[in-house]
C-alpha cells in the first residue's frame, strides 16, 4: 500500500475511534461506517490523492459517480455518502480541511420502502404455534417470542437481556439499545407469565449445564447465551408450523408488527418512538404509512364500495 493510502487510512481510523469513543457508536453501525469509508479510501487512492488535506470537492463528486457506476442501490450510495460527508467534517473541525468537500452535493433520490409486517392474526397464528409445544425448548421459544413482540425489541437486545434487566413485578424490561441508549418498555400479561414459566420450568436446568453460568435471560440447551442465528432459526420453524411462508418472518417483521399494531391501535406516535428506542421521530413516522395502509385494505376487503365489495 503506498504511503499516500496509509495516511488516508490513518485519517479513517482516527474517525472510526471518535465515533467509537465519543459518540458511542454501535459495533454494527461502525462496521457499516468501517465497509463505506475503505471504499472512499480505494477511490481516493485511485485519484491519487496521497493526503487527507489534498481532497477537493471534485473527489466527493466522483465518489458519488462511482457508487452509482457500481450499481448500489439508492439506499446503499446514501449511507456510503452520509459516511464519506461525515468522515468530511470531521477533517474540517480537526482543522485538516477548510471547507466541508461535500457541500452540494445532492443525496441519491430514493423510493421510501415499507417495513414488512404481519397481519395480527398472522401473528397470534405464530404465537400460539409457539405456546402449542411442549418442553423446555417450547418454555423458551414462547417466552422469546412473547418478548420480542410484546416489546418490539430488536434480535440483538433480545439475545443480550440479562436477568437484572426484567423488573417482573412492575411488568418492564430494561433495554440497552444502539449507542447504548436505555429504554424501559413494559411487558404485557402474557409475556409476564411466558417467562415465568420459563425462568421457573426450564432456564435453571439449562443453566446449570455450562461452566460458566450466563447471566441471559434466554439460553440454549447448552446453558450458554442464546444466538441471533439460533433464535432465527427456530422462528422460522415456528413460522411453518404457523402455516405462514418462513421467508416473511424474521425477528425485525415481528419488531416492524409491535410498532404498526399499537399504532393501529391508537398509540400516540412519541410513545411508540420512545418504546422502539428511535432517536429520530422520523423513523418511526414510516409506521404510519404500514398503518394507514392496512386500513385501507380492510375497507376495500370489507366496506360494500371497497373492490372486495364487502359482505353481501
Known amino acids: 500500500m503506498r504511503s499516500g493510502a496509509l495516511e488516508i487510512a490513518a485519517a479513517v481510523d482516527r474517525f472510526l475511534t471518535h465515533l467509537a469513543v465519543e459518540r458511542g457508536l454501535s459495533r454494527n453501525t461502525l462496521d457499516a461506517y468501517a465497509r463505506d469509508l475503505a471504499r472512499l479510501a480505494a477511490h481516493l487512492e485511485a485519484e491519487g490523492v496521497r493526503d487527507p488535506a489534498a481532497i477537493e470537492p471534485a473527489q466527493w463528486r466522483g465518489f458519488a459517480a462511482a457508487l452509482e457506476r457500481a450499481g448500489l442501490a439508492p439506499a ?117 407469565l411466558a417467562v415465568e414459566r420459563w425462568l421457573a420450568e426450564a432456564r435453571p436446568i439449562w443453566s446449570r449445564r455450562a461452566r460458566d453460568r450466563s447471566d441471559a435471560v434466554f439460553l440454549t440447551a447448552r446453558g450458554t447465551a ?43 406516535l412519541r410513545s411508540v418512538q420512545a418504546m422502539l428506542g428511535h432517536a429520530d421521530l422520523a423513523t418511526t413516522q414510516i409506521y404510519t404509512h404500514v398503518s394507514q395502509d392496512r386500513l385501507r385494505e380492510t375497507v376495500e376487503a370489507h366496506h360494500p364500495r371497497g373492490s372486495g365489495g364487502g359482505a353481501r
Open 76 to 192: 446503499s450510495r446514501t449511507r456510503a455518502l452520509v459516511a464519506a460527508r461525515r468522515f468530511g467534517l470531521h477533517l474540517v473541525a480537526r482543522g485538516v480541511l477548510s471547507r466541508d468537500p461535500a457541500e452540494g452535493l445532492l443525496a441519491p433520490r430514493k423510493t421510501q420502502r415499507l417495513p414488512r409486517v404481519l397481519r395480527p392474526d398472522e401473528t397470534e397464528a405464530l404465537l400460539a404455534a409457539a405456546a402449542a409445544g411442549e418442553g423446555a425448548y417450547a418454555a423458551r421459544d414462547c417466552a422469546m417470542l412473547e418478548v420480542l413482540y410484546g416489546a418490539g425489541l430488536r434480535v440483538s437486545e433480545l439475545v443480550s437481556l440479562p436477568l437484572g434487566g426484567l423488573d417482573r413485578r412492575a411488568g418492564l424490561v430494561r433495554v440497552l439499545g444502539k449507542g447504548g441508549r436505555e429504554r424501559i418498555v413494559p411487558l404485557g400479561e402474557p409475556a409476564l
Open 226 to 268: 442464546m444466538t441471533r442465528q439460533n433464535f432465527f432459526a427456530r422462528l422460522r420453524q415456528l413460522a411453518r408450523r404457523a402455516g405462514i411462508a418462513s421467508e416473511r418472518v424474521s425477528p425485525h417483521v415481528l419488531r416492524h408488527s409491535f410498532a404498526t399494531d399499537l399504532l393501529s391501535g391508537g398509540a400516540d
